[in-house]
Nanobody, 124 residues
Framework: QVQLVESGGGLVQAGGSLRLSCAAS????????MGWFRQAPGKEREFVAS???????YYADSVKGRFTISRDNAKNTVYMQMNSLKPDDTAVYYC??????????????????WGQGTQVTVSS
């Protein structure tokens, strides 16, 4: 059974940092594009970052220069280092695997195997 488990969320003051992890089990994802999304209360789930198997990376404009996505294929794990956090970054963060190649990488509908999410709360 394929499973993604996010961890590393928490409460942090504005300007602080957190490192999220997404551990995959059930199959290897070294040849897959992995993505991070987030969903704030009352808002739609939105793209944050993605990393392709070859290492090509994309970020949402709102996190460029502050967040860094990376992967360790030996550990079947994807990370996201989040620096200079802002209250607007408060959300539940999810990781997922891209399963559909038609459509935009920025759309949640092309991803699957969603984890349960990890809460990130940034206080002002």
């Amino acid at each position: 059974q394929v499973q993604l488990v996010e961890s590393g969320g928490g409460l942090v003051q504005a300007g602080g940092s957190l490192r999220l992890s997404c551990a995959a089990s059930g199959r290897t994802f070294s040849n897959s594009t992995m993505g991070w999304f987030r969903q704030a209360p009352g808002k739609e789930r939105e793209f944050v970052a993605s990393i392709q198997a070859g290492g090509l990376i994309y970020y949402a404009d709102s996190v460029k220069g502050r967040f860094t996505i990376s992967r360790d294929n030996a550990k079947n794990t994807v990370y996201m280092q989040m620096n200079s956090l802002k209250p607007d970054d408060t959300a539940v963060y999810y990781c997922a695997v891209r399963l559909v190649w038609s459509g935009s990488r920025y759309e949640s509908r092309v991803y699957g195997y969603w984890g349960q999410g990890t809460q990130v709360t940034v206080s002002s």
